[in-house]
Every structure is written in C-alpha cells, then in structure tokens.
C-alpha cells in the first residue's frame, strides 16, 4: 500500500523568504515521488520528481526537494518565494512495484505575502 | 509535449441534463486515462480509470450509471455526467501519461471543467 501526507492546510510566507511545504510518504518498496503546482481553475502542472539518484532534485520556477529516506520526506523548497508563487501543491507518490496509479496528498496552500 | 486538452472548461446547466466532458491527449497516446473530481479547496478524489477499448475502472462509491466513461480512441476520453443534479457540481480533472506502464512518468492534467448544475 502507498500513502502520502501533507501535514499542512496552509503555509503562509513573506515574498523573498524562503519557503518549505512539506510531504512524508509511505510505501513498501522504492517511492517515486512527484509534486504539481494548481492555479485556482486549472489542472495540476507538473513541478518536479524523484525516482533515484542525487537526493536534491531541481525542479520548473525555481523549485526543489529533497528526498531524505531515513524520514520519508520529500519536502518542496524555493530559496526566495515571489507572490506568483502562491497556488495549491500537491504531493504524489508511486511504489515502484506497485499500482501505476499513484496516490495524492490533500495539498497544501502556499500564500505569499507582498 | 504531452499536453492534454480538456473541454469544456466551464458548463453550466439545468438539473435533469446530461453533459459530456472531452480530454484529449493532443500529441501522445494514452491507453489509460484518469478522472478526477475536485470540491473547494480540496485534494483529487479520483473517480474512474479509463482504459482505451475496454470498460473504465470506477473507484468504490463512484457510480458508473451516474458517470459514463468512454473511451473510444487513443487520443479521446470522455465523461458524461448523466441527469446531473446540484450536487453534482463540482471540478472536474482528467490526466494522462505518455507511457502510463511507467510508474516513474508524471501525469499530465487537463485545465479542467467547472460544473455547475442550476
């Protein structure tokens, strides 16, 4: 079985600081893990994803996460969020030997303040 | 690439009509589809798999009669939501993946359809 969580409704941040939204997951083998990015009346766009090697993955509009096994995590950082930035985020997660469906998080609502 | 088109992109309509949603992947094929629905501020709930040439997949409380899955060609899947009532409105979403055999792909989402049922 695989699951993920986003222990946060809402993250709320000052524009230029950096921002963190965060993911634990759970899965019985390898996870692939992936993060899209919803605009208020528009589909998910993909943001970035984990499948193997180097722990930090760059992603599209200045994202990136870091994939740390020994915690599950797979947190979505920016090093200076603009107001642009504010949208929901969405976690996901597939078992590599599991269902090619994959399983989503609640998602998390990033707002950025001027 | 792999852009997925999604129509129409706002539907309002009477209690008692049918309305049918496209999504089409417009420059890759897609065996299998996916239906999502989405309520206010709210995660995807997915509702059906949709798999070219056969019957879609619903997920369990999700009715197939109330929701009819087509999916006719490699290219086009539609959802037509039958004698829609109020409760019935809602976002909803459909993706898809060039290689969805490849667990380790990203599913590519249209721009989904906001349902409003009068």
């Known amino acids: 079985a695989q699951s993920v969580a986003q222990p946060e409704d809402q993250v709320n941040v000052a524009e230029g600081n950096p921002l963190t939204v965060k993911c634990t997951y759970s899965?019985?083998?390898?996870?692939?893990l992936f993060w899209y990015v919803q605009y208020p009346n528009r589909g998910l766009q993909f943001l970035l994803k984990y499948i193997t090697g180097d722990n930090l993955v760059k992603g599209s509009y200045g994202f990136e996460a870091e994939f740390n096994k020994s915690q599950t995590s797979f947190h979505l950082k920016k090093p200076s969020a603009l107001v642009s930035d504010s949208a929901l985020y969405f976690c996901a997660v597939r078992d590599e030997g599991g269902s090619y469906i994959p399983t989503f998080g609640r998602g998390t609502s990033l707002i950025v303040h001027p | 690439g792999a852009v997925v088109s999604q129509h129409p992109s706002w539907v309002i309509c009477k209690s008692g009509t049918s309305v049918k949603i496209e999504c089409r992947s417009l420059?890759?094929?897609?065996?299998?589809m996916f239906w999502y629905r989405q309520f206010p501020k709210q995660s995807l709930m997915l509702m059906a798999t949709s798999n070219e040439g056969s019957k879609a997949t619903y997920e369990q409380g999700v009715e197939k009669d109330k929701f009819l899955i087509n999916h006719a060609s490699l290219t086009l899947s539609t959802l037509t939501v039958t004698s829609a009532h109020p409760e019935d409105s809602s976002f909803y979403i459909c993706?898809?993946?060039?290689?969805?055999?490849?667990?380790?792909?990203?599913?590519?989402f249209g721009d989904g359809t906001r349902l409003s049922i009068l």
């Open positions: 993706s898809a993946s060039p290689e969805v055999g490849l667990s380790n792909q990203p599913q590519h």
């Open positions: 899965v019985s083998g390898n996870p692939y």
């Open positions: 420059d890759f094929q897609a065996t299998t």
